[in-house]
């Protein structure tokens, strides 16, 4: 391909911001303002963030230093659909799997009914204002992970109003037990098999840990903006491990899951991992499976990255395909901006089917309802 010819690919990492008065204008007052929220102090040092009941002070970092985080610095998509398709359109971005950004709270909510009640709203202005308004445009449901039997309803609800994914926390809330206890999520994971619902964890999701005045600050000192970025990643790859291990992917065959923008050349080295402990501690291994970890994860597990170097070279030395590319818009991780430099940089010089099978047909093997790219201009 010509290196100035615009390439087409599907995102299976993208964001949706809320608007402010979604809640507001939505659910009864008693509820509403149970919802997250943040004041900040006037002379901007603070801000106290408010959510169910809790509220936690925390000391905002120095603004010159996060001027990246106001809205005047996000593409104008990020709000504005038609904006969001025209961005796409220049960006070279087909369909898209779009994730919520408030969702990030999910897991610290303790109440099951203002959860309940949230994920509704949520998913009702998803399907009318976004997945609604394109074919391209795939979003997440959003189910309590809270209340097992309230997120199975609510997975059933978003099937039947035709949404084709749910988002996952990384891990689920505090109050809850983990994912790889099978006597609590087992019909979790059935109704998401049978729904044909991909089950979409996010990195960086894990509970937020309230007793740090920072929010999302795990480590300080020297390195710390790398430690903090990096560590986000780990519990993408916690999560599918645990899925494998506990059976839950075994036992569902056709269930497909999605670790969104955790990268992907990780899956081959964990499998070998996982393969070394079943085998050579087979003796203490429970539940046993019907296939080896490795083969699972390269079955089931797909992943997203946006700028990695190593993706393409994963397929082509160890031969694991079910690898996603996404821009991650409109974060500032993401690709926006500088896409089509990216998507060259990455796939000229790698194999057609290489090529392709990335940027275009992994995503349509989890979403084969979605309308296919243009061929490349
Ligand atoms: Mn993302």
């Not at 087409?8 to 929220?37: G, I, K, Q, V, Y």
């Not at 408010?50 to 120095?62: A, M, Y």
């Not at 230093?65 to 709000?79: D, L, W």
């Not at 397929?315 to 818009?329: A, H, L, N, P, T």
Request: charged residues 25%; negative net charge; contains cysteine.
């Amino acid at each position: 391909m010509a290196v100035t010819a615009k390439m087409w690919a599907n995102s299976a990492d993208s964001h949706w911001l809320e608007p402010e008065d979604l809640w507001r204008s939505t659910l009864p007052p008693a509820l509403a303002e149970r919802m997250p929220r943040s004041v900040k102090d006037p002379d901007g040092q603070y801000e106290t963030v408010f959510i169910d009941g809790l509220e936690i002070r925390r000391k905002l970092p120095n603004p010159k230093r996060t001027a990246f985080m106001e809205a005047s610095n996000r593409p104008k998509g990020a709000h504005d659909v038609a904006q969001r398709l025209l961005d796409n359109d220049e960006e070279g971005i087909w369909a898209e799997l779009v994730f919520p950004s408030l969702g990030m709270w999910n897991s610290s909510f303790r109440d099951p009914a203002l959860l309940r009640a949230a994920m509704k709203v949520s998913n009702e202005y998803a399907m009318a204002e976004i997945q609604g308004k394109s074919p391209r445009l795939q979003c997440t449901a959003q189910v309590s992970l809270l209340d097992v039997d309230d997120g199975v309803a609510e997975m059933r609800r978003a099937a039947a109003m035709g949404f084709k994914a749910v988002f996952m926390t990384t891990k689920p809330h505090p109050q809850q037990r983990d994912y790889n206890y099978n006597d609590v999520w087992e019909p979790f994971w059935a109704a998401a098999e049978e729904l044909g619902l991909v089950l979409a964890f996010h990195i960086g999701t894990d509970p937020f840990d309230f007793t740090n005045d920072e929010i999302g600050i795990q480590f300080r000192g020297p390195g710390g903006a790398i430690l903090n970025y990096t560590e986000t990643t780990y519990s993408g790859q916690r999560v599918a491990t645990k899925l494998v291990a506990c059976g839950a992917l075994d036992r569902h065959p056709d269930l497909k899951v999605l670790i969104a923008e955790g990268g992907s050349s990780w899956i081959p080295s964990l499998g070998d991992r996982m393969n070394e402990a079943y085998r050579q501690h087979a003796m203490m291994v429970k539940p046993t499976l019907s296939r080896p970890p490795k083969e699972i994860l390269y079955g089931q597990v797909y992943t997203s990255f946006q700028h990695d170097e190593t993706a393409t070279g994963t397929m082509i030395q160890f031969g694991y395909d079910k690898i996603c590319w996404g821009s991650d818009y409109p974060h500032m991780e993401g690709t926006w901006g500088h896409t089509q430099k990216t998507l060259h940089e990455l796939f000229d010089d790698v194999p057609d089917a290489v090529r392709r099978r990335i940027t275009r047909d992994a995503y349509a093997e989890l979403f084969p309802s979605v309308p296919a790219p243009p061929l490349s201009d």
